[in-house]
Structures are given as structure tokens and as C-alpha cells.
Nanobody
Framework: QVQLLESGGGSVQAGATLRLSCSASGPTFSGYAMGWFRQAPGKEREFVAAINWSRGDTHYADSVKGRSAISRDNVKNTVDLQMISLSPEDTAVYYC???????????????????WGPGTQVTVSL
């Protein structure tokens, strides 16, 4: 049974840096795709970033590309998302997700992921 738990959210001011962490437990995550998604009030859940657990391939949404970095630690079984230059538009609940299906164009689709954490709130104020 895969379990995911996010941490690192909070309230910050615009321009700040935040590092979110996803602690993953369960079977080996070799071959898994791990993703970060976010959902702002009144909006649909959107893709932020993803990483291939085995190879370390990464992919980012255009909205965060260049100011975000996703990484995984094979020893600690964690997937981190660091974001810099935060703006109020980054305010959302951030979710960690996992799927045992390798890698492909589908990694940006939330419905492809079958394991989800409860989410962590990120609030960015001016």
C-alpha cells in the first residue's frame, strides 16, 4: 500500500522560496512517476512538476518552469519541490501523487495518478 504525506507548506510573502516535501511509504518506487499538483480555490487541479523515480527525468508546467526544481531521495523515499520567486498566483493546496506506470506525455494528467497525499496549503501574500 502506497502512502504519501506532504509537508513544508505555509504562509509566505511574495518573492519567498518554499520547499515542499513528500514522504512516500510502501513498496519500491522503481518505475514510478511522482508528481506535484496544485489546486487553487475555485479552480481545477493542475500539474506542477513530475519526476521519474528510477531515471530522474523531470518535467515542469510552464507556469513554474525556471523557478522550480523537483528532486527525489532514494534513501529517504522523499520527493521534494522547491519553488523560488513565489507570487500570490502560486497560492493553492499542493498535492503529491504517484503512479506505477513509468513515464510519458500523460504525466501531466492528474487522472493517471492513483495515489495521492492529503495536500499541504501554500499561501503567498503581497
Amino acid at each position: 500500500q502506497v502512502q504519501l504525506l506532504e509537508s513544508g507548506g505555509g504562509s509566505v510573502q511574495a518573492g519567498a522560496t518554499l520547499r515542499l516535501s513528500c514522504s512516500a511509504s510502501g513498496p519500491t518506487f522503481s518505475g514510478y512517476a511522482m508528481g506535484w499538483f496544485r489546486q487553487a480555490p475555485g479552480k481545477e487541479r493542475e500539474f506542477v512538476a513530475a519526476i521519474n523515480w528510477s531515471r530522474g527525468d523531470t518535467h515542469y508546467a510552464d507556469s513554474v518552469k525556471g523557478r522550480s526544481a523537483i528532486s527525489r531521495d532514494n534513501v529517504k523515499n522523499t520527493v521534494d519541490l522547491q519553488m523560488i520567486s513565489l507570487s500570490p498566483e502560486d497560492t493553492a493546496v499542493y498535492y503529491c501523487a504517484a503512479v506505477a506506470a513509468g513515464w510519458g506525455p500523460w504525466i501531466t494528467s492528474s487522472y493517471k495518478y492513483n495515489y495521492w497525499g492529503p495536500g499541504t496549503q501554500v499561501t503567498v501574500s503581497l
